[in-house]
């Protein structure tokens, strides 16, 4: 497939993981990059644009399913009659909310299912009709992701808010999976265990060696090396932690 | 603790299992029992309090954080000064949704977190204070059970609103756990793995033998038994099936 | 059934969890109570029966396939033509080994899997068979425990030897329960998440409250609870943990 | 690292994921090969080695200590005082025995420890301080890969004596990631969830489409991958299956 006709979106592109993973897809694809704040996603559009590559940014509330539908028109026109959608990624977590159960207000309870549920079902509802449209040109199968964390492995206390969102995404995955694998859809749930190194995090973990905190371009490299697998052997769910995270 | 003055509390009070709990729990307690539509509860209401029990029912939707707290201020009425609330079991399911995803509405989706997520959540922020209260008082430690199912476990294809609002439900069961565990609340999630037998479900199943569904009165059984283990000995999930289920 | 002919055996009959056990089930049954060294047994073999219950006790290396057959020949000896064996508890547990894997000599990983994986295997084998000849007699469903531990669910640093046994008891118990489940047989995996509150662990946990450790009684309530539930209501896993514990 | 001197070891070499590891990962580094029967490793052994590879093959039997000890002698001799050990693949799965389990004699039942957790073991403590050795000089951070299956997470009924055997490997796959990730060692636990594509597997799964069995050079591609993740970046599980499977 000719790079300019195939592209990837990002969902949830900021300074960390979701910049890492637009640069790398945009070494092959054109790139749609969603953030609720387009200061979150210029700065990558940019570098894309001014690299070689071919990026575009759409401010999106992924919680909200007009604005979804509306990045999606865009995109669509975007892509045009000759291009596929070959890959995407939902990578939109929300707040990390912790704080005793009795105080959670409303708001802050559902902000966690806000970003990891509702979001992750508009993002899905309208990539998967694409991705579906792309599974006979497509290099690698269409591929969907969604990064999650430990939090949709265990319920811990004082974060009723972010778990019941990261479990709530995990079903979803699944459930994505097994109806759109058989389709030819990769979908792909990644536990991502461990703090990631950016600049918000630069003075977490300092005794704890140089390798504590994940990089978001091996997150990327990882992601991308999904997206390539054959049809033959898919992986719906992978984690990732430092060496030395305590898991 | 002398029976008047010792409450439970059933969210999701319909012919199946919200009856048997609370018919199980009104042999020990005066028993609310919540539904939305009071022709869920009038019968069991009527049932208890003819049988020499005590039971009142209120009209609620968990889903919405008003109604629940208009139903608890109620119930704290009912109680009064000198009585505790000593078990809570959140028994609503919401629909049961089976579909392919990309025909799922918004509306529909979202169904399985407004039951099993939002309105677990403000059940569970109105009892857990109570139960807190009944710490020192009550005979047997203050248990919230909450009712799940096997789609907790596994995201199945086409039930991805089900499955979603589950795994939420058994996050927030587990973050629970953990915070108010130590602090002598008993917190269960109970995975419901079969068919239920009640009036709706007589035709099913016909040909797998008499005990191929599930009893209401056995897991009633079950709910109480959780409720009078000790301190000590807490079970925080509990799997029950019939001895044919397929798991 | 009168309880002259109904019985239960216990594998694994310390101090602990095995003596509370068979004190629990020698209210409703005859008991065999099984371990390698006498002087495990003898005190609550004598202790039941000077209390009038009854109870035998027989030297058993569940280990080896030759010990474990003469055990349960001796046990169908006692039983007779008329008797059956209702409940069977497995409650090896072996030693727990914490060592750096590079340490492990081969006797010692082995052990893990020589007490909870071949052993358990052995007395199945034994146990299964009288199990099966108990369905349509007894009052509740035959049922066969398997008492494991939190290493089954997570294989922690060096933990091996004792991780990989409760791995396989847990694989064990869950392939036993999906073959004999339909067949009327009620397994159970019980996942213990604690300390146990017996002689050897009088200092352990002193400023942890009165309550931070497991009353082995509490587990003996809770086997016998499981062994009461119908065939319409089975319980195929359960854990246990004291209220205070972190899991 | 020049690759005449880096040095991977896969044991379990057949002519499925076994020959597909081998032949990945000798494009890097010279291949020492084990399998009981030397006719399992003999055509892989002259591939690589006719193809400018460079193996050596050596008949051991895994389950046996004095053996595997005896062939890591060989290694070491071969790999010689520069050469460091910087890849390792326990693919050693034994016979899968699917049969009622009254029916299981005592070797058969044990088949599936001897092959999955004692044969496991003696690989894994003759290789892992070779690993420990590399882990300056390597590349990528030396790697343990542990080939395992569905039956690692389900203990299904009739498959006793493999399910404890997978159960058991995923045990010891994640003890040692917790105890070596931090000293440096990439320790991977690979469930293999689907029929792999080989000669014998040839009649299987016909109507089932092209891709209906997981191709071993994709396993291969997988676990090469795992080995060049960074340090910052480990997965310690992955789940490998065919788009159309069911799970």
């Known amino acids: 497939m000719a790079a300019p006709r195939a592209w990837a ?5 900021g300074p960390g993981t979701g910049a ?12 749609a990059l969603l953030a609720r704040n387009p200061s979150n996603y210029e700065p990558i559009v940019k570098e894309i644009n001014n690299g ?5 940014g759409i401010s999106t509330d992924t919680s909200d399913g007009g604005s979804v539908a509306n990045a999606f028109k865009q995109i669509k026109e975007q892509i045009g009659g000759q291009g596929k959608l070959v890959a995407a990624v939902y990578n939109v977590g929300g707040r990390f909310i912790r704080k005793p159960f009795l105080e959670l207000s409303e708001g802050e309870f559902e902000s966690g299912w806000e970003a990891n549920g509702r979001g992750a079902f508009h993002f899905s509802q309208q990539v998967i009709p694409l991705l579906l449209d792309a599974v006979e040109a ?3 199968p269409p591929t969907l992701i969604f990064t999650s964390a430990t939090a949709a492995m265990k319920g811990s206390a004082l974060c009723a808010s972010f778990a019941t969102g990261k ?13 759109f694998g058989p389709k030819g859809i990769h979908v792909n749930h990644a536990i991502i265990d461990g703090v990631i190194d950016i600049e918000r995090t630069k003075e977490w973990l300092k005794d704890a060696g140089p390798d504590a905190k994940i990089k978001p371009e091996a997150i ?6 999904i997206h390539t697998q054959p049809r ?13 995270e305590k898991w």
């Open 9 to 13: 979106v990002v969902a949830g592109v």
């Open 20 to 31: 890492s993973v637009a640069r790398k897809f945009a070494q092959s694809y054109s790139v």
């Open 52 to 56: 070689g590559g071919h990026a575009i």
């Open 138 to 140: 497509s290099n690698y």
């Open 167 to 179: 479990f709530a995404m995990r079903a979803l995955a699944q459930s994505l999976a097994r109806e």
């Open 220 to 225: 990327a490299d990882t992601y991308w090396w």
């Open 232 to 244: 033959t052997c898919f992986t719906n769910e992978i984690d990732i932690r430092p060496a030395v």
